[in-house]
């Protein structure tokens, strides 16, 4: 063949191979935005308990111990939900299980702000934490169905930064809409705006071959990136009833947890979530007690370490993804951001040894940014679940993490009532964040997906 014809050949092909990647539609985004303003509602409900605290102690005669267990009840329903949260989704899918979770863990929000005493406080929260369990391993199936690997970290970095954004850019509006209306109207409306969104999930979300933005094109890019297994397998298991029982058995936890990879990262997100729950919980009363400031200052303060983790949770995933695309292993891409952020997480520590307040806001930021770095652990939930059981293993992967959510609001209201000081605390939360690197250095091993050998 003459070589100016297999020029001509070879440029006609790299122009249509142009031309079908600008064809190619963008649906997976708006499905990613759907998922980053729930999830930002999401933290928003089940935080918004420490904007109230100040007022709310003081009204219902609350005392700093029975503060910590108010943090900690959250999760007690939330991570026993874990795995029954993930049968409903794997049972039921992801519109419908977002849906019903988000509905009702807004309405167990709003009736928070009619309680009259410490029983419905306790009930509601328990509420709460039974229905957002389903939320996380939602986030995670949807992200692997709608995006190949090499977008995984962008999506999860994109949804998660959901959780910092709505308390780096609403608290602020939180502090003053309770200094004009009480503690009671923070869980009116944030619980009003959840209910609302949960009927625009409900509107809007489609898996993606049910679609109307996805054209083919994205729909081949997806496929061809390992994504849309999950929908296959549904529609698998629908045309063979057989097949979907047989998906689950009690004792796939337990085979599960047998592997290096789950276990590791399981110890590495309690670690992360340590770090991330002190500042959802303790970190307003850590700034009025521990740093003397008006509740005013606390509210501008406080922006600026959230502001910092939604960098570091964005650059977490872009960073993991570049790698990704350059040629590294996952091995690499994945683990490098955790490592790296977990390590400089547990510099929280140096905020004992300074007085400048400025200071202290400093080193907070660069230790929750750091957090936010190593929020990539769903990421690798999609990495290495196990065909057909991603909604279980997210299950096992959420319930260890957020054991966080009960021991770190206890363990610091322990420290605090027995010393009257944070510094035994911010040592706790920086030396689980180094037990967390280890784990993911010498435990995790190899990222690849699990095959379940009988």
């Not at 391993?137 to 709608?146: D, E, G, I, L, M």
């Not at 869980?187 to 609302?196: E, K, Q, T």
Request: aromatic share 12%; with cysteine.
């Amino acid at each position: 063949m003459p070589q100016s014809f297999q020029s001509s050949s070879a440029g006609s092909s790299a122009q249509s191979k142009t031309a079908s990647t600008a064809r190619r539609s963008k649906a997976r985004y708006q499905i990613l935005a759907l998922l980053a303003v729930g999830t930002m509602i999401n933290y928003l409900d089940r935080t918004v308990l420490g904007i109230a605290a100040p007022q709310l102690t003081k009204e219902l005669g609350i005392n700093a111990a029975l503060m910590g267990l108010l943090f900690s009840v959250f999760s007690w329903s939330y991570v026993a939900a874990q795995i029954p949260g993930g049968l409903f989704l794997d049972r039921f899918g992801s519109k419908l299980t977002y849906f019903l979770s988000m509905t009702f863990w807004s309405l167990c929000t709003l009736a928070q702000g009619l309680v009259t005493g410490i029983g419905g406080l306790f009930a509601f929260r328990l509420g709460l934490g039974v229905s957002e369990a389903p939320c996380f391993p939602t986030n995670s199936r949807v992200v692997a169905t709608w995006f190949p690997q090499s977008e995984r970290a962008m999506a999860t970095g994109t949804y998660t930064v959901g959780e910092y954004i709505g308390l780096a850019f609403f608290s602020p509006f939180l502090f003053m809409l309770m200094g004009a209306f009480g503690w009671r109207s923070l869980f009116l409306v944030v619980g009003g705006v959840g209910i609302a969104f949960g009927v625009v999930w409900w509107l809007l979300y489609r898996e993606p071959r049910d679609h109307p933005s996805a054209n083919q094109e994205e729909l081949d890019y997806i496929e061809a990136g390992g994504g849309l297994t999950h929908r296959n397998k549904d529609a698998a298991a629908a045309a063979d009833p057989a097949a979907k029982k047989s998906g689950f058995e009690w004792r796939t936890i337990g085979r599960l947890l047998k592997h290096r990879q789950l276990t590791g990262i399981c110890l590495g997100q309690f670690a992360g979530n340590s770090t991330l729950v002190f500042f959802l919980t303790w970190f307003p009363t850590y700034l009025a007690t521990e740093r003397h400031m008006a509740w005013l200052k606390i509210g501008s303060f406080a922006i600026m370490p959230f502001i910092a983790a939604s960098i570091g949770v964005m650059f977490g995933g872009v960073f993991s993804d570049w790698l990704l695309r350059r040629g590294k292993s996952p091995n690499i891409a994945r683990k490098l951001p955790i490592i790296a952020g977990l390590l400089l997480a547990s510099t929280i520590i140096l905020a004992n040894y300074v007085e400048s307040n400025v200071v202290v806001i400093a080193i907070l930021s660069v230790a929750f940014f750091a957090q936010g770095m190593a929020a990539l652990g769903w990421t690798l939930v999609s990495d290495i679940a196990p065909e057909g059981l991603l909604g279980v293993t997210g299950g096992i992967f959420n319930f260890a993490a957020n054991l966080a959510g009960i021991v770190t609001p206890l363990v610091v209201g322990l420290i605090v009532a027995a010393t009257g000081s944070f510094v035994g605390a911010l040592v706790f939360i920086g030396v689980i964040a180094l037990i967390g690197a280890l784990s993911y250095i010498f435990i995790v091993g190899d990222i690849k997906r699990i095959v379940l050998v009988d």
